[in-house]
């Protein structure tokens, strides 16, 4: 088709750029034409209707024929659809909706896709073609459309049937694609026929679409053919798949269309509904079979079996893991590269797509008309077609719609793959687990904080490698292009500005580096701070006694002072980073153009060419700076894998684990790989017997005497480590089946290691393990279902095991006793009240039903104790092993244990009983003993074959158990030790639920108004939707009057700028192409008069470049400066608050609470906060500057601004609520997941004995199921917010696009601002996303600034004092005289009181004892004198000196007290003794002296400076409250307090302090609370206390000659 070039009039470029939104001003510019509307066009001849040559050859009859179909179609469907739409409520369950099962399912919803975009290009085509001529070919545009509108439909349609399963309602479809394939192929053969080519569009067009409709076609005709739905006698049913049956799989990800797969659709009434109730776990539902671990953890054993086939060889190291991960994991993530590559070229249309409007716009461009009519109407070539700004803007907003698709959806393969690939690994980690050596641990090769960094860091690190790994091939292919695009556009100028980028990336990367090592030594110091922290919360009540608050406080605050000195640095490298980030864009853009106009002396720096060059840099700088983060995680990744494979590789339970026995039945041996592990009839007795559980001994089973053995070790050597000495040497012993065995030894004569050899947890040098196998299977009533039971229960049967060390599970009472198995009410009483469990019990707040905290956590040792021996009683096993059950326990507990516990529970059940025990009064119920020494056998047998073989032996155990005996007459102290442990415990428990109340009080002040419904659940769900305010205005006006200015007014300025400089560069590009044009109009022949002049320009460029980068510099340093003060001022304010908060907060706040606001609240403000707010401010602004600038250059824009406002902020809304919900989730279900990790090392002996391993891998693909779900709707909201701010971006380009084409093309809009306001349209989209995503961020992130600043309203204690320094005498008390008058004391104004009307005077040097029973007031007396407790009534007088009108500080740093908690913090023993550094060495030694620790002291290394461990840790307890004696006697106070303190110690120290006590104190006042009433039968005088009330007030003497209570005490005692 012949073309030529042409200077058209005015009126012709009109119509050379009209479409049918500007079609009524082409009218109006050229009234000479009178344009006729028909569908054939009216061009005054009857051309367009000749049919002389058949109808077939009239171009416009064979376009009435392809709209046939399309009509039919529509007139087919409609009825369906609205019929089928009606009946949409009859659709119960969501998953109908989902099941996609027609074949070739994606094929034809891409080709539909394929398809309307290929119309729209007909459509497009059409008019831009009909713009040439003066009437309206109707016939050239309206089948297209007709065809576009039977596209939407027939998807609409056809999923509709695939939902609802009808599929015989597709022969519609059918008949369509077939007619529609004729009718297109009919015009293409007549285009042929008429000689048009491949030069013209329609023709390309027309071929296209026949292919289309041709594949379509097929794709229905494949539908008919496997699913026979017609044309066969049966068709062929299929059934859903699993997943979709289940109710509770609610992440339909995988079963949508690939629409709603591209947009999340499907997630739009989750996220909608999530605005209505709060998200939980029941409302995220389980996850597709598809994408549970254990099926991905298959993916992950079936690629490593294919690569050990492959290979033939068994591949070791990292590399393994490596090459396993890829053929697990490897496709999806090509898939992701793919789309993330195909995302990538399609961004770079924006660019390209601006320079092609611009300099369409521009007057410089010349423009094509087409010369040769064919069949009646012009036909125009590609090249032509995209000369259109129209059309270029209508492909911008298509190409951009489906990068931004393709980009989400790489972005969601990558994290769907990551997080699979993370569940698989954390199962293969668990696995390992369960097999690991327990010499790994108990050696210190591994520990329990190793295996849970390679869970909750390594896992996670391989994870956000797999998400980031595309980069790893987009992002070359990326700056290729787009150096290669610039290259085109600027020629050697565009190279140096790359070279710029390419330059400063490197110093990014050590940036980075940096910013990672200051992180890391600020991680130190933070840690540090806690520990500090943690020492002081936990040792509160002592530093106030003490007054030491505030040497504590100094010591945290100095930790505090080198932890901001690393934020600063920190901080610096953050800001730089920021700084960077936004500078290196300019730079480049002024180093390119400034070089560009000084290169080339008539250089083309037209707006299309600026403006195309500003948006290639802005994506080019995206590549290089995720360059550092994706080599960062690469070399993260590379790290973590090679510690996996050192994990993976490390030594397991060796094969002797399995061949513990020999007498086994051989036809089980096939069955042990194929089955999984599953414990069947271990239990003793039948489920029947428990249920009627009466203890009674059961049925003895006859059997021979070669039988009675049922555990038989005959000369073995066991070690922990393969190559170290054997720990157990030449062992030959035997248990007795049924009998109570006792192992009894000195301590490490290795006792416990005989139980975990047996158990086959330690390495067999030599020898052999036998157990009966025959008994346990005579005994289990076995059944033909026993042969799937996996041959190592055959081998060794489960043995109920309680360490040494008690395990603890983190959930209930109950569920730690029961530990998996049926309940069963009679027996589980019964077991209570053998551990004396129930007043234990009785103390927590929820019963047995309380959650025990990690480890036991806020149980005493005894406690967890009981806990553990009680779940070794309920397993119904054959055997039970106790490895010294009574260490804890006090000697009343120990002996109602052996009572009611193993001699009357177990030995009844004729259950086999191995029991250490360092208890030898004991051994005369044992049926059977060893005795252990240094690794060996000493001695095996009865009691009475021990006497007659060893009588030696035998005395000494005489002599022992004759001293442990001795030890029942102390029962008070042991009713004590268990009274403390109960104390302590109710006091852990103490007022939670009023705790709590109170706190959600302290919330509601915060958040809600104040209204009568305020506990309604619509007024808390407004709540969630509402931003924090008041935490955001908290958080910045801590900032202070400075920074606060500074940093919104440099924000302010730097856009302003930002958008100057681009304004100019419009100015600029605008005023050099006018000069150009107008040379040309001149046809000038000099040079140097034609020439535009850049310098001015290129100056004030410069200038506005440098003021940008400047004012880039400040603004990011005064974000994370104004960071650093806020940090630094709540700290200062929150550390201050606690420590001066009164004792009733402390025992009424549970610790972690306070620690939390330390700990994770500090952190999130120190680091997380300024980060956050630098990107929302900068995101916020650059979005008002894209919209203002948008806004200025075509004003109609503000108009279509309204609805997309409106989108915009439902959408954020919405999302806000949703994330923050699941960004909980995700957080709260890790826990319990990292939780069960660190309870399996530790409690991997116990579970390997119960054999329970099945049973926690069970539950750790449970846990780590619904972490992975939380984490995947995460991942998907997150997607689903960003697919809807992108296409809101888009929609801003396109009506921008259109808005500025119409305003140049009619009002004289320059082309310059025309590319500026483009340019920044198509940078909104990003801005957009990020602003609602941080906005989300924020709003979670201000919570911990909420939680602080409730924290800082509570009240403190009244430190000052009515008499000042002067009116105190300097040495008061200096003769100890207390006179009690009417004393009330109560914890809090709103509890009872706990001292009514006490009335008491004690002479100087008295000693007093004041007793009573438990609660009776004791311990709130003694706190009475340091004012910890609220005196509402009476006084206390000392000395003359009414107490409460002293200042605290002195009052409590007069006194003394010993508290029965031994206090130690961590340092060493002279800081200790004397933190306030006012003691010589002399008096030290002489208070150690004192209590008797001056020769432990002494052996340590350093003396006085040897270390103290946190919380005295490397000290006995005993050893500790002797500390706490001497940190009493260094400070001479003339009045000293002893409550309790003598509870940790043996009976002789105690005589001895005593004695101490009272010639050390003999002059002073002592008043001793006491635990055993013959502690103060020496006491002057003794005061009785009950129920808070004064009972008795005399001597010893006077109150036992009459029939008192301290009388009755006194005798109850004896």
Known sequence: MLLYIYNPAPSEQLHLSCLPSCASHCLSENPSSTMSLSFCGNDNDTAAYNVDKGVLNNGCFVDALNVVPHVWLLFITFPILFIGWGSQSSKVHIHHSTWLHFPGHNLRWILTFILMFILVCEIAEGIVSDGFTDSRHLHLYMPAGMGFLAAVTSIVYYHNIETSNFPKLLLALLVYWTLAFVTKTVKFAKFCEHGIGLSQLRFCIAALLAILYGMLLAVEVNVIRVRRYIFYKHSREVKPPEDLQDLGVRFLQPFVNLLSKGTYWWMNTFITTAHKRPID??????????????????????????????????????????????????????????????????????????????????????????????????????????????????????????????????????????????????????????????????????????????????????????????????????????????????????????????????????????????????????????????????????????????????????????????????????????????????????????????????????????????????????????????????????????????????????????????????????????????????????????????????????????????????????????????????????????????????????????????????????????????????????????????????????????????????????ENITFGNPFNKQRYKAIIDACSLQPDIDLLPQGDQTQIGERGINLSGGQRQRISVARSLYQQTNVVFLDDPFSALDIHLSDHLMQDGILKLLQEEKRTVVLVTHKLQYLPHADWIIAMKDGTIQREGTLKDIQNSDPELFELWKTLMNRQDQELEKETVAGSKTALERKNLRRAMYSREALLKTLQEAEDEEDITESDDEDNLSSVLRQRAKMPWRACGKYLSSAGCLLLPLLIFSQLFKHTVMVAIDYWLAKWTSDAIQVKIEAEKRNCSLIQDCRFNHSSYTIVFSILCCLGIVLCLVSSIAVEWTGLKVTKELHKSLLNKVILAPMRFFETTPLGNILNRFSADTNIIDQHIPATLECLSRSALLCVSALAVISYVTPVF??????????????????????????????????????????????????????????????????????????????????????????????????????????????????????????????????????????????????????????????????????????????????????????????????????????????????????????????????????????????????????????????????????????????????????????TDSVLWESLEIAQLKHVVKALPGGLDAIVTEGGENFSLGQRQLFCLARAFVRKSSVLIMDEATASIDMETENILQKVVMTAFADRTVVTIAHRVSLILDADQIIVLSEGKLAENDTVSNLLSKNSTFAFLVKYNK
């Open 281 to 814: 776990l029941k409302a995220i539902g389980k996850l597709p079979f598809a994408m549970r671990a254990a099926t991905n953890y298959m993916h992950l054993k079936d690629a490593y079996e294919a690569l050990k086939k492959k290979s033939g060889v068994s591949p070791q190291g990292s590399k393994l893991i490596w090459r396993v991960l890829r053929q697990a994991f490897g496709h999806p993530i090509v898939l992701s590269s793919t789309f993330r590559i195909l995302a990538d070229l399609l961004g770079f249309a924006g660019p390209l797509c601006i320079s092609g409007i611009v300099h369409h716009l521009s007057d410089e461009n010349k423009t094509f008309r087409p010369q040769v009519k064919l069949l009646g109407v012009y036909f125009i070539s590609s090249q032509e077609f995209l000369a259109n700004a129209y059309v270029i803007a209508v492909l911008l907003f298509l190409a951009l719609l489906l990068q931004r698709t393709f980009l989400q959806a790489s972005y969601y393969v990558a994290i769907e793959t990551g997080i699979n690939l993370r569940g698989a690994i954390q199962t293969k980690i668990y696995n390992k687990i369960l097999r690991l050596s327990t010499s790994n641990m108990s050696m210190g090769e591994m520990t329990v904080g190793q295996i849970c960094n390679l869970v909750a860091i390594d896992t996670n690190q391989l994870m956000w490698f797999f998400f980031l790994s595309p980069n790893l091939w987009a992002m070359p292919v990326q700056i290729i292009v787009g150096v290669i695009l610039l290259y085109y556009l600027l020629g050697i100028s565009a190279l140096i500005g790359a070279t710029v980028i390419a330059v400063l990336a490197p110093v990014q990367y050590f940036v980075a580096t940096k910013f990672s090592q200051a992180q890391r030594s600020t991680l130190d110091y933070s840690s540090e701070r806690l520990r500090k922290t943690n020492e002081l919360l936990r040792g509160i009540k002592l530093l106030k006694l003490y007054a030491w608050e505030q040497i504590f406080h100094k010591s945290v605050q100095e930790t505090r002072h080198k932890e901001l000195t690393s934020l600063k640095s920190f901080a610096l490298y953050t800001s730089i980073s920021i700084f960077m980030n936004a500078a290196i864009p300019i730079a480049a853009v002024l180093t390119t153009f400034v070089v560009h106009t000084r290169l080339y002396e008539n250089a083309d720096l037209s707006p299309a060419v600026a403006f195309a060059s500003l948006s290639l840099f802005h994506i080019l700088v995206t590549p290089l700076f995720l360059l550092s983060s994706v080599v960062r995680s690469t070399v993260k990744a590379l790290v973590s894998v090679q510690k996996l494979s050192e994990f993976f590789s490390s030594e397991e339970i060796g094969e002797d684990h399995s061949k513990v026995v020999l007498q086994l039945n051989s036809e089980n041996n096939s069955k042990y790989q194929t089955v999984p592990l599953k414990v069947i009839n271990r239990k003793r007795p039948s489920k029947e017997e428990w249920h009627s559980y009466e203890p009674q001994s059961r049925q003895q089973i006859n059997i021979t005497e070669g039988d009675d053995v049922f555990i038989k070790v005959t000369n073995g050597f066991f070690t922990w480590t393969s190559d170290g000495a054997p720990t157990l040497s030449n062992i030959e012993i035997k248990i007795p089946h049924g009998q109570l065995t006792m192992i009894v030894g000195q301590v490490g004569c290795g006792k416990s290691s005989l139980l975990l050899a047996v158990l086959g947890e330690m390495q067999k040098n030599s020898g052999n393990v036998y157990w009966n196998s025959e008994r346990m299977e005579g005994e289990s009533s076995s059944t033909e279902e026993d042969t799937a039971v996996d041959v190592e229960v055959r081998r060794r049967s489960a043995v109920a095991y309680a360490a040494q060390k008690p395990w603890i599970l983190n959930t209930t009472v109950e």
């Open 1198 to 1479: 503000l108009i279509t601004l309204i609805p997309l406002a409106v989108a915009y902020y439902f959408i954020q809304k919405y999302f806000r609520v949703a994330s923050r919900d699941l960004q909980q989730l995700d957080d709260s279900t890790q826990l319990p997941l990292l939780s069960h990790f660190s309870e399996t090392v530790e409690g991997l002996t116990t579970i390997r004995a119960l054999r329970e391993e099945n049973r926690f891998r069970q539950q750790l693909l449970e846990l780590t199921d619904t972490n992975n779900i939380a984490s995947l709707f995460l991942t998907a909201a997150n997607r689903w917010l960003e697919v809807r701010m992108e296409y809101i971006g888009a929609c801003v380009v396109l009506i921008a696009a259109v808005a500025s084409i119409t305003n140049s093309l009619y009002y004289g809009l320059t082309s310059g601002l025309v590319g500026l306001g483009l340019t920044y349209a198509l940078m909104i989209s990003n801005y957009l996303n990020w602003m609602v995503r941080n906005l989300a961020d924020m709003e979670v992130q201000l919570g911990a600034v909420q939680r602080i600043n409730n924290l800082l309203k509570i009240e403190t204690e009244n430190y000052d004092g009515l008499l000042s320094p002067s009116q105190i005498p300097p040495n008061w008390p200096d003769e100890g005289e207390i006179k009690i008058q009417n004393l009330s004391v109560r914890y809090d104004s709103s509890l009872k009181p706990v001292l009514k009307n006490v009335n008491a005077h004690i002479s100087p040097g008295q000693k007093v004892g004041i007793c009573g029973r438990t609660g009776s007031g004791k311990s709130s007396f003694s706190l009475a004198f340091f004012r910890m407790v609220d005196t509402f009534e009476g006084r206390i007088i000392i000395d003359g000196i009414d107490i409460s009108k002293l200042p605290l500080n002195t009052l409590r740093s007069r006194l003394s007290i010993i508290l029965q908690d031994p206090v130690l913090f961590s340092g060493s023993i002279r800081f200790n003794l004397d933190p306030e550094k006012k003691c």
